[in-house]
């Protein structure tokens, strides 16, 4: 015996089911014309009844030559990417300004072997534009490859890639200013802890120069730059095996054990400095009293309380509204230019005047 099938639900059936010719049923899914209310109802009723749910988005996207879609270059593991604020934010930054456009976002990430998604997840995937949120160097194999398929790029705080537009802050700049002030109280032997100079995981431990030959995170090295030329010396520093709290507890204890320890410590985020204070805590050290400890980024740090953490603020969910702009531009044919977000530095109660002992 035969099975019947019902019709499949088509565009065509949807007009003849409202009475409207096909052009008019194609307007009110597409918006692209004028359709009187009475007859939009009329033609989504129908499309109701017939289980009509839209256009099919790839003969679409076929059709108009553009997918609906950017990709995010994440050069970690979403494990770590959600678990980062400043990450998140800047994903909020991004959708609201490219939903409004009628983009949507898919994340390119990377595992827990590879930096980065891979050249041939990135290959063939349907992209009108891609965001490189990565840290990694000019040379990452995915950027790559998108730069060779012609893909409209925007990077933001990673490498810095010839005729494609970036969104930055002066992490050099902004070190050395948060480090002065830690000058001005009277710290003298300052100690940095470090995000990770390559992929998370890959190493932890006190940096040494062959470490940071291999670095391909130009931020982390900016960031360590700017302490130093502040300190008007090379500083002691460790790098954390991940930017989360619990890599900053353990490498708060590393540092913490020192000889002779530090009286302050720079981390180069807010969870790491987080996990810092951490560390000292369990030790028996006073913040700011015996030991001070400023981060980066400006996030909430409820952990702290009632501590407030002295920071360097910077335009986390502003650096995605700033991306997304750009995106927009490229995509209209324009050519917008590199730009230079603002930071400032927020002094808080984990910093204070050195221990007298030590000036």
Known sequence: MSRSRSPRPTLSRV???????????SLVFSGAGPVSAETRRRVLDAAAEVGYTGPNPLARSLRQGRS?????????????????????????????????????????????????????????????AVVVESCGGRDEPALTAL???????????????????????????????????????????????TLPLRQPGMHSGWLTDAHQELASAPICLDRLRGVEEAAGRRVPAFEAGS??????LRAGHEVLAAEPRPTAVVAQSDLLAVGVIQAAR????????????????????????PLRLTTVEQPMTGKGRAAGRMVVELLSGAEPPDEQMPTTVRPGSTSGPAPPASR
């Open 15 to 25: 007009a003849a089911t409202a009475g409207v010719s096909q052009s008019t049923a």
């Open 147 to 193: 730069q060779n398929r012609g893909v409209p790029l925007v990077v933001v705080e990673g490498p810095q890639v010839p005729d494609v537009p970036s969104v930055h802050i002066d992490n050099h700049g902004a070190s050395a200013e948060l480090t002065r002030h830690l000058l001005e109280l009277g710290h003298r032997r300052i100690s940095v802890v």
């Open 282 to 305: 369990e030790r028996g050290l006073r913040v700011p009293e015996d030991l001070s400890v400023v981060g980066f980024d400006g996030i909430d740090t409820p952990w702290l309380s």
């Open 243 to 248: 930017g989360l709290i619990e890599d900053g």
């Open 68 to 128: 609906g879609i950017v990709g995010v270059l994440i050069g970690e593991r979403l494990l770590y990417a959600f678990r980062d604020p400043v990450a998140v934010a800047l994903l909020d930054g991004l959708t609201e300004e490219l939903a409004p456009a009628g983009f949507a976002l898919l994340l390119l990430s990377g595992s827990s072997g590879r930096v980065g998604p891979s050249p041939e997840q990135v290959a063939s995937t349907p992209l009108d």
